[in-house]
């Protein structure tokens, strides 16, 4: 249950590509792209959500401007409770959720993680060829 709303949504938009974000929901394909952070600024507003957020939405990244938002259910568990996705193609939509949300993904993340890790590595070794040298 959990994947045929997103695999539904992707055969009827083959040439777009869509963020995911679904709680519970640990989708990563080339079409489908699973998100695990969200945040929003609006004036002097701030929020951010971690995957944990119970959202079920489906936004473009790529194609057609395409807006899904959903009550379903997708955890394994719950398939038999009824819910529903609606979609709507509207670029007015689209470009209000592109302007006002940021969304990284899982690969984003984990490629953003990696070069803040290799960012630390560089630093811990000059630091310790200063004290290597301040002993000399």
Same mark, same amino acid.
């Given at each position: ?6 695999? +539904? ?6 040439? !777009? ?6 709680? +519970? @929901?640990?989708?990563?394909?080339? &079409? /489908? ?34 807006? @899904?938002?959903?009550? /379903?259910? /997708?955890?394994?568990? +719950? ?5 529903? /996705?609606? @979609?709507?193609? !509207? ?17 984003? &993340? ?14 811990? &070794?000059?630091? !310790? ?8």
């Amino acid at each position: 249950m959990q994947n045929q709303v997103w695999d +539904q949504l992707v055969r009827k938009y083959p040439d !777009n590509v869509f963020y995911a974000i679904s709680w +519970q @929901c640990d989708i990563n394909t080339e &079409k /489908l792209q699973a998100v695990v952070h969200t945040k929003t600024v609006f004036d002097k507003y701030e929020q951010e959500w971690k995957k944990s957020d119970h959202a079920k939405l489906a936004i473009v990244k790529e194609g057609k401007a395409i807006v @899904c938002v959903s009550d /379903l259910n /997708l955890a394994v568990t +719950q398939a038999d409770r009824p819910g529903g /996705l609606l @979609c709507h193609e !509207n670029e007015g939509w689209q470009t209000a959720f592109s302007q006002t949300f940021t969304y990284t993904t899982k690969e984003e &993340k984990e490629k953003k993680d990696a070069e803040e890790n290799e960012k630390e590595d560089v630093e811990e &070794k000059e630091k !310790n060829k200063t004290k290597t040298k301040s002993l000399k």
